[in-house]
């Protein structure tokens, strides 16, 4: 008897909650009229993710200040790819490198980097010691 009575009183405490969500006042879209269709297709320059660099060609894979991908299909295309697929200790070998990375970004990174070795160590150890 009581779990049906906890049941239903936690039921219309959940019904009230949404409606209580429903009822609230929605405030407007601050974005609507501030900037127009053709201001936004105007200023369609694809930039790098990761540092903002303008990107100058639409064939161009990497970024060339960081590095980074910047095309949409890049892990897609076969050999090209390969950067892309295998570069986890590049990137930290770049944090740890980077000036404007702050020291606990630098030490995280190599922390991680010795980690990723000392576990390739590990694994290519015991392979050897089974085979």
């Known amino acids: 008897m009581a779990m049906a009575i906890a049941t239903i009183v936690g039921g219309l405490a959940v019904l009230w909650v949404v409606r209580s969500f429903r ?6 879209d601050p974005w609507d009229s501030e900037v127009s269709r053709d ?26 200040k960081c590095g980074s ?7 897609y295309i076969p050999f090209v790819n390969i950067r ?34 000392a576990c390739g160590l590990g694994v290519l150890a015991g392979w050897l010691i089974l085979y």
């Open 23 to 28: 009822r609230a006042p929605t405030r407007p």
């Open 39 to 64: 201001e936004l297709q105007a200023m369609d320059t694809p930039v790098c993710v990761k540092c903002l660099t303008p990107v100058e060609d639409a064939n161009q894979h990497y970024c060339p």
């Open 69 to 75: 991908v910047t095309g949409e299909f890049t892990r």
């Open 84 to 117: 892309f697929n295998y570069s986890s200790l590049d990137t930290l070998w770049r944090k740890v490198r980077a000036k404007e990375t702050p020291l606990a970004g630098r030490v995280t990174a190599a922390i991680l980097i010795i980690a990723l070795l």
